[in-house]
């Protein structure tokens, strides 16, 4: 039971390096989010897809980009990374079809940044 | 804006006696309302979550949660703490929207976390 899974699990990165984290999830299921986490700010959306090559902004877009080439991978880019960007991140995929009675966000286990 | 606002940042409360979390809501429409625990170093897991229909939902580990739609809240319940209910919780909003439009999204209050003492 795979469910979804993040990778890397940790990373340091320079200001200004690039880095890209990968969510897959092996549920089928068609919408997929990345959130951060900082303290005393819960979980902030930075991008979500609502389908295989569709993407939008969250609450929190700017310095991110995603892509949805494939349905069970859903990619978060940082171009250049900033100490701002620290941050735990978090994917998650849902279940909804549509009917409410489905809705439930299965989330990964997170991926710890620093930017120095 | 449309939010999700939970006013406590901490909940302590002994083993044995009931507990409360709260969270308010602030979006147009009619909203499903959502309950999520996160553990220490872990992703976090679904409670439990309101639709419509009863206003009192009941979810994993004895939880439950009220939903009243005058005083926009949906805060969560239990009768009787645990240790191992010691966690952070997450209230979370689906904003109204046709399924696989952009305008649905899931948005997350800033979390309460709950520390239950011997």
């Known amino acids: 039971n795979a469910g979804v899974t993040q990778t890397p699990k940790f990373r340091v990165l320079k200001t200004g390096q690039s880095m890209t984290l990968l969510c897959a999830q092996d549920?089928?299921?068609?919408?997929m989010y990345w959130y951060r986490q900082d303290p005393g700010m819960g979980l902030r959306l930075i991008h979500y897809?609502?389908?295989?090559?569709?993407?939008a902004k969250g609450e929190v877009p700017d310095g991110y980009n995603v892509s949805r080439l494939k349905k069970q991978n859903f990619l978060l880019g940082l171009e250049s990374a900033a100490p701002s960007q620290t941050s735990v991140y978090f994917c998650?995929?849902?279940?909804?079809?549509?009917?409410?009675?489905?809705?439930?966000?299965?989330f990964g286990s997170g991926t710890q940044l620093s930017v120095l | 804006a449309q939010s999700v606002a939970q006013p406590e940042d901490q909940v302590n409360v002994a083993e044995g006696n009931p507990l409360t979390v709260k969270c308010t809501y602030s979006v147009s429409g009619n909203p499903y309302l959502f309950w999520y625990v996160q553990y220490p170093n872990r992703g976090l897991q679904f409670l439990l979550k309101y639709i419509t229909g009863d206003n009192l939902v009941k979810g994993s580990y004895g939880f439950e949660a009220e939903f009243n739609k005058s005083q926009t809240s949906f805060h969560l319940k239990k009768p009787s703490a645990l240790v191992s209910d010691s966690a952070l919780y997450f209230c979370a909003v689906r904003l109204p929207g046709l399924p696989y439009s952009s305008a649905s999204k899931i948005i997350f209050g800033s979390g309460t976390r709950l520390s239950i003492r011997p």
């Open positions: 998650a995929s849902s279940s909804w079809t549509g009917r409410a009675t489905n809705e439930k966000l299965f």
């Open positions: 549920m089928n299921h068609e919408y």
């Open positions: 897809s609502v389908g295989e090559g569709t993407t």
